[in-house]
């Protein structure tokens, strides 16, 4: 399978769930248990394969992001 990448770039658009996992720092098992629960990053499935927009990964990181010297967000 080819990856999909950013028109003009070599960055991925989508990933599968164990480079999610990488970029994320947690374990598959973890963001199957966020799919059950309906938590965690949006991502896409198609039939039972489950991808994540590398574009919804950054977002979640940035909407879990606390800034000890900014105050309430």
């Known amino acids: ?7 003009g770039t070599t960055q991925p658009l989508a990933v ?3 480079e999610a996992a990488a970029l994320l720092g947690r374990s598959v098992q973890s ?3 966020w ?3 309906r938590r965690g990053p949006a991502y896409t ?3 039972r394969s489950v991808s994540y927009l590398v574009a ?3 977002s979640y990181l940035q909407a879990c992001r606390i800034d000890p010297q900014g105050g309430p967000q």
Do not use: V, W
Request: glycine share 4%; charged share 25%.
């Open 1 to 7: 399978m080819s990856t999909l990448t950013y028109p």
């Open 56 to 58: 919804d990964l950054h």
């Open 16 to 18: 599968n769930e164990h």
């Open 35 to 37: 799919r059950h629960l």
């Open 45 to 47: 499935k198609q039939g």
């Open 31 to 33: 963001l199957r248990n």
